[in-house]
């Protein structure tokens, strides 16, 4: 068990890239199994290092492939692009008509009386449908039109040949 | 644009390729794709599918290259997708070990240096047969790819801990099978077998 964690301290010094320190190569010193540990992970590192990464000439290929997925990546970010402007436009349009349709809000029907809109749309027997009550401040100046307008259907008629 | 300097670091190659510039990121494959090639053939063991895999890395590093942190290191971004990339291609396939290393492109070494790396090949290639993958990656990754623990624990999605015990079991496993008499019964039972 000792020596099994003094191994591991060897292993975690040369994790670290850092001399041993004093004590544990005292410790090592005095185990034959512990040296040969040592010895053996130490020049294994050293031999493990000298390889050099090699590789058959695929560069051309590689840039290839690159150049292809970005050639393919551009429409898929203009299409991206589309996409979201369209589904937001199509939001904006789904939030108006819900707020128009639903949310809106109402006018009072005497309100409405009052404007101006609603008289344009009475019909012409409007002053009959009326009550006298409402009607009586005009009725004067609706017997005075009356009047003048019979006076002057007299006077065309009288000159006609 | 032609990327002058090679003292430009991967990361700020990195943050060029964000905005647009391929030919950072050409720079930033023409120095791992023998990295990246290297560490998925010592994986897979077959030339075609390493050539596969690190193709498909690169085009996954480019589409993703937005993803990337400049704050940290990209080699570990990268070998990451390898390492996932490799795993998607090679999960049901056991390594063959038929096809040899790959051959160092600089033919001038000095002897001695030829033969330091035949060794290292050798002992790679016993550590292949020997080792699972996790240990196998985290030795690659600290002794071929000099990444420190943390860089390996990004990579291989563990903690540090767990890979100091990858290694530690590594470790302790090439010692135990190089040991001299442990070497010979092996090679004698594989004679007796033949």
């Keep these: 068990m000792k020596s099994w964690f003094t191994k591991w301290k060897i292993s ?18 005095a185990d034959p199994e512990l040296q040969r540990f040592a010895k053996r992970a130490e020049a294994h590192g050293e031999t493990l290092c000298q390889l050099t990464p090699s590789g058959p000439p695929m560069h051309d290929s590689i840039m290839r492939a690159v150049r292809a997925a970005a050639r393919q990546e551009q429409p898929r970010r203009d299409a991206a692009w589309r996409w979201w ?3 937001g436009a199509l939001a904006a349009l789904t939030l108006v008509s819900v707020y128009w349709t639903h949310l809106r809000p109402k006018v009072p029907v005497q309100q409405a009386m009052e404007s101006p809109v609603m008289f344009l749309e009475m019909s012409t027997n ?5 009550p006298a009550l409402m009607m009586s401040p005009l009725s004067n100046e609706w017997a005075r039109v009356d009047h003048d307008l019979q006076s002057t259907t007299k006077v065309l008629m009288a000159s006609l040949p | ?28 494959v023409r120095r791992y794709e023998n990295r990246i090639y290297s560490f998925a053939f010592q994986s897979c063991g077959r030339q075609a599918d390493a050539r596969e895999v690190t193709q498909d890395t690169f085009v996954r590093a480019f589409q993703a290259i937005a993803q990337f942190d400049p704050g940290r290191s990209f080699a570990a971004w990268l070998f990451t997708i390898a390492r996932r990339k490799g795993i998607d291609s090679f999960r049901a396939r056991i390594p063959s070990g038929d096809e040899a290393a790959p051959e160092g492109l600089d033919a001038d070494d000095p002897a001695e240096l030829l033969a330091r790396r035949e060794e290292a090949q050798d002992l790679w290639r016993r550590a292949r047969a020997w080792l699972p993958d996790s240990q196998f990656q985290a030795l690659w990754l600290r002794y071929v790819e000099d990444m420190d623990i943390s860089d390996i624990a990004r990579v291989l999605r563990k903690t540090q801990t767990h890979v100091k015990v990858l290694l530690f079991r590594a470790r302790h496993k090439l010692a135990d099978e190089m040991e001299p008499s442990r070497t010979s019964m092996v090679l004698s039972a594989k004679g007796a077998n033949i």
């Design chain 2, 1 to 28: 644009m032609a990327i002058e300097s090679q003292t430009i670091s991967d990361e700020a190659l990195a943050r060029q390729s964000q905005d647009g510039d391929l030919a950072a990121f050409e720079e930033l």
């Design chain 1, 126 to 130: 409007m002053l009959a449908e009326m």
């Design chain 1, 85 to 87: 402007v369209a589904s």
């Design chain 1, 12 to 29: 975690a010094s040369l994790d670290a890239g850092k001399p041993m320190p004093e004590s544990l190569r005292r410790t090592i010193d």
